[in-house]
């Protein structure tokens, strides 16, 4: 057996306790609890007491980072990764709900753009001023008022300076721990 088999080998058998897993993916301990008693996170055993996990719990926790990132829930990450006679069928159909749910946040987001980009290159003194701001306004004010206004998820805080800074903006990320 070649060298790069030996690291192989010792990979596959590498265990994380649970402090180790966490603090590597960024998380608590106690995240990595809650993904065990949702089903879907299974510890290989205990070391000293503590939970440690093997590469097949690191795969499995990739599979919780993916599907989390992807938008799932905990609930709907339990029912795909959990679903009884296969979960591709599932998953297929989950991912043609949520690439639909994306097109949609896609489209929003570029109109979104286009129109803070109008207001970057905005020739007005102040956007009151401005007839496509005013009618971006109204048109907004009508679907409102006719209840047709969807609800939607805010974008994150960017940690915008008070209007007249010249300042650099705070880092926004330290807000949002994961």
């Not at 949702?38 to 070391?47: D, F, M």
């Not at 440690?52 to 339990?78: C, H, K, M, P, S």
């Not at 043609?96 to 286009?114: H, M, S």
Request: with cysteine; net charge negative; hydrophobic share 40%.
């Amino acid at each position: 057996m070649g060298n790069a088999d030996a690291g192989a080998d010792e990979n596959e058998r590498r265990r994380f306790d649970i402090a180790e897993l966490a603090a590597l993916a960024g998380l608590q301990p106690s995240a990595l609890r809650h993904y065990e008693r949702e089903g879907l996170l299974t510890p290989s055993g205990r070391v000293g007491g503590r939970r440690v996990y093997d590469n097949d719990g690191l795969r499995q926790l990739a599979a919780i980072d993916f599907w989390q990132e992807a938008g799932f829930t905990l609930a709907e990450i339990a029912r795909l990764l959990n679903h009884a006679d296969g979960s591709l069928n599932e998953a297929k159909t989950v991912a043609a709900d949520r690439i639909a749910e994306i097109e949609a946040l896609v489209a929003e987001a570029l109109q979104v753009k286009d129109f803070l980009t109008h207001v970057l290159l905005c020739v007005h003194e102040e956007l009151t001023e401005c007839s496509e701001y005013n009618a971006h306004l109204t048109e907004r004010a009508q679907r409102i008022s006719s209840g047709e206004a969807p609800r939607r998820q805010r974008a994150r805080p960017l940690g915008l300076r008070p209007f007249g800074r010249h300042s650099t903006p705070r880092d926004a990320s330290s807000d949002h721990p994961r």
